[in-house]
C-alpha cells in the first residue's frame, strides 16, 4: 500500500456499507491495518448487523443506527483491550458487516433419490424439489459457526451446505409427518411447514432462520404410482378385495 493510500485510511473516520450486491452475506471493512481511530464514525444501515472482532474473538455486535465509537458503546471491546478509563489512541479491530435482510428464491432439490419406507408399499424412492428462503438472525453467531474471518462472504458459498441439511431434514419430515404417500401430492402445503420447522431448529444453530420453504414437487417411480393407484380403487370399491390384495 502506497504512503497516499496510508495517509487517506488514517483520516477515514466513517465506518459503513452500502450494499450493492444481491448475494453477499458478510463484507469486511477495510481499513490499513486494521486500526479504528477514537470516536470514528460507526453507521449501520437498516437489514445490517456489525460485528468487531478482537483478535480472532467476537467482541461487540451492534444493530442497525449510527455510533460514535467509544468505551461506553463497546463494553466488551473495552474488557478485552484493558480500557479502564476509556481510550485516546487508535485500536486494532476487524469490522465485519453482516447483511440481514431475506435472500429469496433459493433452489433446493435431492441430486440423489431418497429412500423412504411404507408399510403398505414398501421401501419407495422419492425425488422433490422447491425453493426457500433464509436471513441471517445472530450475525455472531453467523461468523463464528460458518463465515469465519472471510473479507466477503455470499449466499453461493453457504449454498451447498444449506441444501444439503434441507435433504436431510425433508426425508426426516416425511417419515415424521404421518402423511401417506398417496397423498404427498395433495399436502404439498402441509410438508413444507413440516420442514420449516425441523430446518429452524438446526439453522439457529447457525445464527440463521428460514424465512420461507416450499416443497414444489414430489415424484416417485411409475410402478409405485400405479400401484398406489389400483390400492385406491381397491380400498373403495371392495374391502374383501383389498384384504386380498394387502396379502
Known amino acids: 500500500m502506497g504512503l497516499f493510500s496510508m495517509l487517506k485510511n488514517e483520516f477515514i473516520d466513517i465506518i459503513e456499507w452500502t450494499d450493492d450486491s444481491n448475494d453477499t452475506l458478510v463484507w469486511k471493512f477495510p481499513r490499513f491495518q486494521n486500526e479504528i481511530k ?21 467482541a461487540d455486535v451492534f444493530m442497525p443506527g449510527m455510533f460514535t465509537l467509544q468505551t461506553q ?6 474488557t478485552l483491550k484493558g480500557w479502564k478509563y476509556g481510550f ?15 435472500f429469496i428464491d433459493q ?30 438472525e445472530d450475525a455472531g453467531k453467523f461468523i463464528k459457526e460458518i463465515a469465519g474471518t472471510e473479507a466477503q462472504y455470499t449466499t453461493d458459498e453457504i449454498g451447498g451446505q444449506l441444501r444439503s441439511l434441507i435433504v436431510t431434514k425433508f426425508t426426516n419430515a416425511l417419515g415424521a409427518g404421518n402423511i401417506p404417500i398417496e397423498k404427498f401430492a395433495s399436502n404439498l402445503e ?24 416450499l416443497v414444489e414437487n ?20 371392495d374391502m374383501q378385495k383389498l384384504t386380498q390384495f394387502k396379502v
Not at 485516546?88 to 431475506?102: G, L, Y
Not at 440423489?112 to 433464509?134: H, K, P, Q, Y
Open 73 to 78: 458503546n463497546m463494553p466488551i471491546m473495552a
Open 107 to 136: 433452489k433446493w432439490g435431492t441430486k440423489n433419490a431418497i429412500t423412504v419406507s411404507d408399510e403398505r408399499f414398501g421401501m419407495i424412492e422419492l425425488r422433490a424439489f422447491g425453493s426457500f428462503a433464509f436471513k441471517v
Open 190 to 213: 402441509e410438508l413444507s411447514q413440516l420442514c420449516t420447522d425441523k430446518l429452524n431448529d438446526d439453522f439457529a444453530a447457525y445464527g440463521l432462520k428460514i424465512t420461507k420453504f
Open 38 to 58: 477514537m470516536n470514528a464514525k460507526l453507521t449501520v444501515r437498516e437489514s445490517q448487523q456489525v460485528v468487531f472482532l478482537n483478535e480472532g474473538v467476537i
Open 218 to 237: 414430489v415424484s416417485m417411480p411409475d410402478g409405485i404410482k400405479k400401484e398406489i393407484y389400483e390400492y385406491s380403487r381397491l380400498n373403495k370399491i
Open 88 to 102: 485516546n489512541s487508535p485500536f486494532k479491530a476487524d469490522v465485519f458487516f453482516i447483511s440481514t435482510r431475506q
